[in-house]
């Protein structure tokens, strides 16, 4: 079975770090673009950051220096390494690989939620709450 396996989230005060893991079952992540992409209530679905088989990335910039996105195909893993944390991070986070997207350039940046761009393209994780409050 092809599927994508989060963990890492939970609820951490702003400045604080959070990582969340994307574990891959059914395929491999050296052959497929990853994303990550995050949804709060209210919002539409945005993507906070890619990296494309080919090697370019993408950071949102809400994110820029804050976030960092890393892979690790001898764990079949990736992960959103979280600094800085800030009450607007706040959200329920998603992973996505695609094995057709070459680069960064296909991934949609936003979504009217992140169900529907599941159902558009590639695989995608559980989902994880990341809550940021004092």
């Known amino acids: 079975e092809v599927q994508l396996v989060e963990s890492g989230g939970g609820s951490v005060q702003p400045g604080g770090s959070l990582r969340l893991s994307c574990t891959a079952t059914?395929?491999?992540?050296?052959?497929?673009?990853v994303g990550w992409y995050r949804q709060a209530p209210g919002n539409e679905c945005e993507l906070v950051s890619s990296?494309?088989?080919?090697?370019?990335?993408y950071s949102a910039p809400a994110v820029w220096g804050r976030f960092t996105t890393s892979q690790d195909n001898t764990k079949n893993a990736v992960y959103l390494q979280m600094n800085s944390l800030k009450p607007e991070d706040t959200a329920v986070y998603y992973c996505?690989?695609?094995?057709?997207?070459?680069?960064?350039?296909?991934?949609?940046?936003?979504?009217?939620?992140?169900?529907?761009?599941?159902?558009?393209?590639?695989?995608w994780g559980q989902g994880s709450q990341v809550t940021v409050s004092s």
């Open positions: 996505a690989a695609d094995h057709f997207f070459a680069g960064v350039i296909p991934w949609p940046k936003s979504g009217p939620t992140c169900t529907s761009l599941g159902a558009d393209f590639g695989v």
């Open positions: 059914g395929f491999t992540f050296d052959d497929s673009s």
């Open positions: 990296i494309g088989k080919d090697g370019s990335r």
